[in-house]
């Protein structure tokens, strides 16, 4: 059975005259014939009692009458509904995020958005299993570094980023070694941090150890602890942008250098929701903005996809 047999069943038993709902559909009287006929025949039961020119309904097709206005309604109900997750700026959102930075990342646009959007509710799930959380379906979308290839998920690179030595003290040269960066008193993340793991696994390759003096899950205690001369930090340049450091001097830090990808990950066919959309759009307008190492062809193609 398909909709339009619905639809043409419903204008007719609503006519009562084949020739007037033909009219109101826009096809031909006997099309609309066959097309009752074809619907009876599936049934197996006559819908309407011909006499002549007038057409009455049989307690079949009045049966078949209430069933088919149920599925008009919740056809317009559910039409209804996306309409409204995806142009109403009401609902809430779901974020899964890495611990660490890019909560920190993801937080900080919360400030914006809420500015923007303050009925919109903001959910940040902290969780070391983004993909799952996405797959699942317990997150709109989620912010990762390290990915596995998934046929189900929709993967795409958001920026590339570096990671800076930062101190109290303005030096004169530009990059330091990582080497070098070392043998400064250190004040990190703790190691459960993906920033944290990332300069653990360093170190390790270049088999020099990593003994911070002072190890802290707050950012602006990092930052105010530099600005006090205890110590220096390596930082993502993502924390680096998005507090206020101005006062801080910061270095390249190369041989090796440091560098990692973040991305974007949703499910793949699944609806965006409007405040999906929107956050996505904020995201990107930052990374945009901040001249973060990103890959055009990925940013285009997120545009024609889901912005």
């Known amino acids: ?21 033909a009219e109101k559909l826009g096809i031909t009287q006997p099309t609309l014939s066959h097309q009752i006929k074809m619907l009876e025949k599936e049934i197996g039961y006559a819908l309407f009692n011909r006499v002549g020119k007038k057409v009455e309904l049989t307690r079949v097709g009045e049966i078949v009458q209430q069933e088919a206005l149920n599925i008009q309604d919740s056809l317009q109900s559910m039409s209804s509904q996306i309409t409204a997750l995806s142009k109403i700026e009401i609902g809430e959102i779901k974020i899964a995020v890495l611990p660490g930075e890019i909560t920190d990342l993801v937080s900080t646009l919360c400030i ?59 030096n004169e040269q530009p990059n330091i070694s990582f080497s070098t960066a ?61 507090y206020g450091t101005q006062d801080l001097f910061f270095q390249h830090i190369d041989k ?39 890959e055009k062809e990925a940013i285009d193609s997120l545009h024609s996809a889901v912005l």
């Open 256 to 294: 090796p250098s440091i560098n990692r990808a973040v991305y974007l990950v949703m499910k793949k066919n699944c609806f965006i929701n409007y405040a999906a959309r929107e956050y996505i759009k904020l995201l990107v307008r930052e990374v945009e903005k901040l001249n973060f190492k990103t």
């Open 182 to 242: 070392l043998e400064s008193p250190l004040i990190l993340f703790p190691s459960v941090h993906q920033c944290r793991k990332l300069l653990n696994k360093t170190s390790t390759e270049i088999g020099k150890p990593l003994e911070p003096i002072v190890e802290t899950s707050s950012i602006q205690s990092i930052l105010n602890l530099v600005r006090s001369g205890v110590g220096c930090s390596i930082v993502s340049r993502t924390l680096y942008e998005f």
């Open 1 to 21: 059975m398909e909709l339009r047999h619905l639809e043409y069943f419903l204008t007719l038993s609503k006519e009562l005259h084949f020739t007037k709902a």
């Open 112 to 170: 914006q958005f809420n500015q923007l959007y303050p009925n919109i509710k903001v959910i940040i799930e902290t969780t070391d299993q983004v993909e799952k959380a996405v797959l699942q379906q317990n997150a709109d979308f989620g912010i990762d570094f390290q990915l596995t290839s998934n046929d189900l998920l929709q993967v795409t690179k958001l920026y590339d980023e570096e990671f800076y030595l930062i101190s109290n003290k303005e």
